[in-house]
Each structure stands twice: as C-alpha cells, then as structure tokens.
C-alpha cells in the first residue's frame, strides 16, 4: 500500500517510527513550517488527525485523547512562539507520566537568531519536562538519516517499557515545504508497552520482613487510572488483612471501607487521636492527592516505613518519609501480599472505619440545611447520576468537592492534578471525550472556563462533551483557603468579571442551558446528561460569599 508524504525523507521516518511505536491519534496545529508533517500525517492511513488552532488547547487535547487511550499521542506544530505553547500540557503530561509527543517543526541552524520569522531557539526548549528531547537533522545524508532513525527507535523502545511521560522532537525543516512523493507504507506498530512491570522477587522478600514488623499499615492512594484489577486487590487488602485504605476521588478505587473524604475527617482528630491513627508502615501508590491535610497530617506523624510503589522510578517524598521506592505495578504486589500475609489485628482498620462513618452521617446531617451554592450543585448533580460517565473536574475547588461526596460506582474521574493548572482543564476533557463513546462531563469554575475557551474552537468538537461551569463570578477557591480574605485584595485573587459564557457559547455555536436554582439545575440536568443532545454546556449561577460560608461550615461541622 502506498501514500503521499511530503518528499522529506527525515519526516517520512519520523511518520514511519510514529506508526510503529504505535501513535494512532495526531492532533495537528496549522501552520507553514511543519506543512512537511502536517501532508504526511494526514496521508498515513494509520493515523486520525484532529486539527485544532490554538497550540495550548491542541496540547491539552492530545493529553486527554493519551489519557484516555492509554497510548502515546502526538501534537504537531509550527515553529516560535506556537512551540512555547505546548509547555503547559507538556509539563502536565510529565508530571502525570502520559505519553505526550510533542513534534515541532524548526527553521534549519543557519537561519536562528539570523532575524528570520518565526524562528526561536527551539532545540531542548522543554528540557525539564520531558523523559527525552532530540533534534532531527535537516540533511539528508545516508549517514544522518541512519542515525536519526536509530535515535527515534532507541527513544520510542524506552517509552514502550517505561512509561516515560512526554518526549520532543524538534524537526528542522528547508523551504521547499509542499512538495510531496509517494510512499510505501512500511511499518506495523508494535503493541505498546502494558507497563505491567513486575516486582523483582527480592524486594518483596524485603518488604515482606517490614510488612510483619508493622502492626498499623495504611494505604494511601492518590490519582491514578480506572484499573478494576487494582481495585480488586485493594479491596481484598480491606476485606481480609484489615487494612485501611485512603484513596482521593480521582484514584477510582471504592469498595466498602476505602475512606474518600479524608480531609474532614483529618479536621476532627485531636493531637491526642493522631498517636491512633499513626501508620508504622505507610504505602503510597498513583499521583498527587488532593487533601492538603493528609499530607500535613503524615508529615507530623512521620511512619517509621514509608513505600512509594509506582511504575516510574522517579524519587516523590511527599511525606518527607520514604523509606523504599518499590518500582513496579502496585497490582502485583498487592496480588503478593494478599497472597503471602496474615491479617492484621482489625483495631487499626476500624479505627478509620469508624472515624470515616461518623464523618458521613455528618455528611448526610449537613446535606438537609444546605441553601443554594456550590456544595448544592455537586450534591444535586451525583443525585442524577445513574449511568457510566467520565467525569473530569477543574481546578481547584471542583477537585476539592467531589472529595466530600461518596464514590460513584458509575463515575469514572479525572482531573489535572499533575500540575494543577486551570488552562487546559476543558481540552482535556474534551480530547478525552475524542476518546470514549461515554459521556464525559467536565465540572469546571467561570473563570477556568473562560481561560481554556478555545476549547470549543474545534469543528468535531465531540458530541458527548458536556461542561458544567459553575459560575460564582470569579475564582471562589480564594474564599476558601486562609490568605486571600485578610489580604486587603481579594479582587485580585478572586477576579470577579463580566465575561459571558453564553456568549462564548454562541461565538462557538456551542449549545448552551442555564440554570440559577435547585428546581431549575433539577430540571436542566436531564437535557444536560442526555447522550443525544451534542455537545452542550450548562452554566450555573452560584453565590460567591454563600458557597464559601457553605464550603467552610461543612469543613466545621464534626
Ligand atoms: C494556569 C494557572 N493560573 C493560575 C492558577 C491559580 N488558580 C487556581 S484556582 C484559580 C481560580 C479558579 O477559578 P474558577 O475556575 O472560577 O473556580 P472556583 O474557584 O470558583 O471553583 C486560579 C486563578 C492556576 N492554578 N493555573
């Protein structure tokens, strides 16, 4: 079989190489420079090409469609500024380990800082968020061409075992641009690595000795991917070893006794009841987690053990207490443990356990006095929920109020916590929902919405994308945490502004639901989650001063 590429032998490699390592998915940004990739990206019969115009969003859009995929995707761009772009969602990638090519196109060395257009000092420019960065050679010698080949195998191959996160390449390219050839179609993608690395025998020995040594043991889980085996293993760690799991929203792990709603929970303890609920032995798996306090909390207890089990050996001491980086998948050593352990005493367990169901009828107390505020829209919309959906949340009081409810066994949840950002929050989502023939729903604030509007700028925007913006005029998280308030300038923290989501909606032919009460949000959400309505956003009007009383009382209530 044969396809039109452009005539330049070092892209046609590269398109080869991307096909091969298994990139289906290519996100391409306009532009002239990399007109060579963009011809022969969109030829190749093995790759979807999605055109997106602004570089921040299209870099955001291709981390969604790899998050969800769980394969590597690529965004192409022009040179300069357009470059400079990708940064955002590249250091978002790195810091969630998703495969995120990014593949730039370059002036050629003679032309850079020689006043030419468009042209910066590209070569390793995101040096510091990416697993590897290459430079591919503008000419087309046999001796280069073999040499860039090798580089791009060797790189592709580390990420097939590793899931080694974002990687560059930066493409130096001669006028002319356009010219094109046919070819033939060569590769067959290899399946990409299952990043199913086992544990080496020898530590679980190690770990073993430290697991019998330790009467209260506690798991910690931050963000980490729907993985149904993993949540079984966990589950049986709850069921029959007694042992007490803590696990954010976005770790889509849930099962009778794992605790969500660690925060509060955390509140209500007395320097008394920390000596109780002191782990010796601490496990961590997955991301960040969101509640602040049960990272404050670990830091002052400080477990005499600490292991960090993840797929990447990079080094993260969250806790300031680590004590093993145990590389490999957490399935197979909790499949271990569940194998070689005894139970532990339940005491440890059921202090949690206990502690976590006073905490929710608290929860259930509190729901009955609640007015109209955000915490009213959370609890109405999870009320709705009856069927799978991906639900994606913003930063940074959206990811902090899903902790407060109890896991939906329907929901899938995501969000970008790697870097915590608010400018990509709605590309992601909608990239992901590229991905999934599910609803996929983003509860976002006004003023992330409105910063990643360019979101919307795209023709195939998919029709199961629905965004709930819940808009209290400006950023309401700094009515929440201590700081802000007692500044003298809470305006320029919290922004409070006049933009129109209805009328970015419409700019963007958008279909657009309001809603500004409970009855109205009750019967706006049936439209809103039906999977024939295309894509759709619902805003609803909340009010600032009253969501942050509700939000602090709810924290205050135990
Ligand atoms: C790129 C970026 N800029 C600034 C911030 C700091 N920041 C965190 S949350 C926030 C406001 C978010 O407001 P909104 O989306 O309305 O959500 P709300 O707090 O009202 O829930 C800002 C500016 C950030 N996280 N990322």
């Known amino acids: 079989m044969e396809y039109t590429a452009s005539n330049k032998q070092i892209v046609q490699i590269l398109v080869e190489k991307c096909h091969s390592f298994g990139i289906k998915q290519v996100v391409l940004c306009p532009g002239s420079r990399n007109a060579p990739l963009i011809i022969s990206f969109a030829n190749h019969p093995g790759f979807t090409c999605y055109s997106i115009i602004d570089e921040r969003s299209a870099g955001y859009y291709a981390l969604g469609l790899a998050r969800q995929l769980h394969e590597p995707v690529a965004v192409v761009c022009t040179s300069g500024t357009a470059v400079l772009n990708l940064a955002p969602a590249l250091a978002e990638a790195y810091y969630q ?25 590209q070569s390793r420019v995101f040096q510091k968020f990416v697993s590897h960065s290459i ?87 931050g963000i980490y991917l729907p993985d149904e085996e993993l949540n079984q293993a ?132 509190f729901i009955m006095t609640v007015p109209w505020s955000d915490f009213m ?39 970008n916590r790697g870097t915590s950002g608010i400018d990509g929050s ?15 729903v983003l509860i976002t604030g006004d003023v992330a919405f409105i910063y990643d509007s360019n979101a919307l700028w795209f023709n195939q925007l998919p029709k199961n994308l629905r965004i709930l913006v819940i808009n209290n005029n400006g950023g309401n998280i700094f009515r929440l945490i201590p700081g802000p308030a007692n500044s003298g300038h809470l305006p320029l923290f919290e922004t409070p502004h006049h933009a129109s989501v209805k009328m970015i909606c419409k700019a963007f032919h958008v279909y657009y639901l309001k809603a500004s009460n409970e009855i109205e949000l009750n019967q706006m959400l049936p439209s809103f989650l039906d999977t024939n309505a295309g894509a759709t956003v619902l805003e609803v009007f909340t009010p600032a001063e009253v969501s942050a009383e509700v939000y602090k009382n709810y924290l205050q209530a135990h």
């Open 426 to 440: 709605s590309s992601t989502a909608a990239g992901a929902a590229l991905a999934d023939d599910k609803l996929t």
């Open 234 to 365: 966990v589950n049986q760690l709850v069921q029959q070893k007694n042992i007490p799991v803590i696990a954010s929203a976005n770790s889509n792990l849930s099962g009778k006794g794992i605790i969500h709603s660690v925060e509060k929970l955390l509140l209500s303890l007395t320097s008394d009841d920390e000596l109780l609920y002191r782990p010796d032995l601490l496990i961590t798996i997955g991301g960040p987690v969101v509640s602040k306090r049960i990272k404050e909390f670990l830091r002052k207890v400080k477990p005499a053990l600490h292991w960090d089990v993840d797929l990447s050996s990079r080094k993260v001491d969250t806790y300031n207490c680590l004590t093993k980086q145990v590389t490999g998948n957490p399935f197979f050593l909790f499949k271990y443990l569940n194998k070689k352990v005894e139970a532990k005493n339940e005491t440890y367990l059921q202090t949690w356990v206990k502690a976590n169901a006073k905490q929710q009828s608290l929860h259930d107390k």
């Open 377 to 415: 829209v959370y609890h109405t919309f999870f009320a709705k929920i009856a069927k799978p959906l991906n639900l994606h949340t913003g930063n940074s009081s959206p990811v902090r109020y899903i902790e407060f409810f109890r896991k939906n066994p329907f929901i899938n949840y995501y969000s």
């Open 97 to 121: 380990e998703i495969s995120l090519v990014a593949i730039t196109a370059d002036r050629p060395a003679e032309l850079i800082g020689q006043e030419d257009g468009q042209t910066i000092r």
């Open 135 to 221: 430079d591919l050679p503008v000419d087309e010698t046999e001796e280069l061409k073999a040499e860039a080949s090798n580089y791009l195998e060797r790189m592709f191959k580390w990420h097939m075992v590793f899931p080694g996160g974002p990687m560059h390449i930066n493409v130096p390219l001669r006028e002319p641009l356009y010219e094109t050839t046919t070819c033939a179609l060569v590769s067959i993608p290899k399946s990409v690595g299952d990043q199913q690395q086992k544990i080496e025998t020898k530590i679980h020995k190690q770990l073993i000795e430290e697991w019998s040594q330790s009467a209260k043991i506690l798991i910690v889980c």
